[in-house]
C-alpha cells in the first residue's frame, strides 16, 4: 500500500499521509474527540475523513483565516494548497486551516470520499471547498465569493502562476 502511494501522489504526499498516521496515532492515545492534525505555523491540516467535526470549533479567533476543503484525490487541491502555503507567509495576519476529507479506494484507482459524514453535515459538493473567517472566527464568505476574495489575494502577492 505504501509503495502504490508513493508511486501515484509523490514522495512529499506520502511523508504527509505517513505524518498524518503519526500524528493520528499519537492523538488517540491523548484524546478520541480531537481530530488527527499537523500544524506547521500559519497552515494547520485536520483529518475530517470520519468523525462529526464543526468548523467553528477548528476556526480560532485572532487571524482571518481561510478555510480549505481538499482530498489528496484532487488534482485542483494538490495544485491549489502550495498557492496557499504561500500566500500565509506572505500576509501576516493569515492562518490556512486545511480540511482533508480523505480518499476511498475505487475500481479507477483513489477517489474523493464523498461519503465522509463532515462532507454531508456541510453539503460540499465540489472540492476545492474555500470559507472566510474574520478575525472573531465568524464566517463571511463560502464557495465562490471566498474564491474570487482568495484569487485577489494570490494575484497580489503573484501567486497565480
Not at 494548497?81 to 480518499?103: E, F, M, N, V, W
Amino acid at each position: 500500500m505504501f509503495f502504490r502511494i508513493i508511486t501515484r501522489v509523490g514522495i512529499a504526499a506520502a511523508l504527509l499521509v505517513n505524518l498524518a498516521g503519526i500524528v493520528r496515532a499519537e492523538e488517540s492515545k491523548h484524546s478520541e474527540a480531537t481530530p488527527a492534525h499537523a500544524s506547521s505555523g500559519a497552515v494547520t491540516v485536520v483529518d475530517v475523513s470520519s468523525g462529526d467535526h464543526d468548523i467553528d470549533k477548528l476556526v480560532k479567533k485572532g487571524a482571518t483565516t481561510i478555510v480549505d476543503i481538499f482530498s489528496e484525490a484532487c488534482p485542483p487541491c494538490r495544485k491549489l494548497s502550495p498557492k496557499l502555503d504561500q500566500l500565509a507567509q506572505k500576509r501576516k495576519g493569515l492562518r490556512i486551516l486545511k480540511l482533508d476529507i480523505g480518499t476511498v479506494e475505487t475500481k479507477e484507482g483513489r477517489g474523493i470520499n464523498w461519503e465522509a459524514p463532515f462532507v454531508k453535515k456541510y453539503d460540499i459538493h465540489s472540492i476545492p471547498h474555500l470559507m472566510l473567517y474574520s478575525k472573531k472566527a465568524k464566517k463571511v464568505s463560502s464557495g465562490e465569493e471566498a474564491w474570487e476574495t482568495v484569487k485577489g489575494w494570490l494575484q497580489k502577492e503573484k501567486l497565480t502562476k
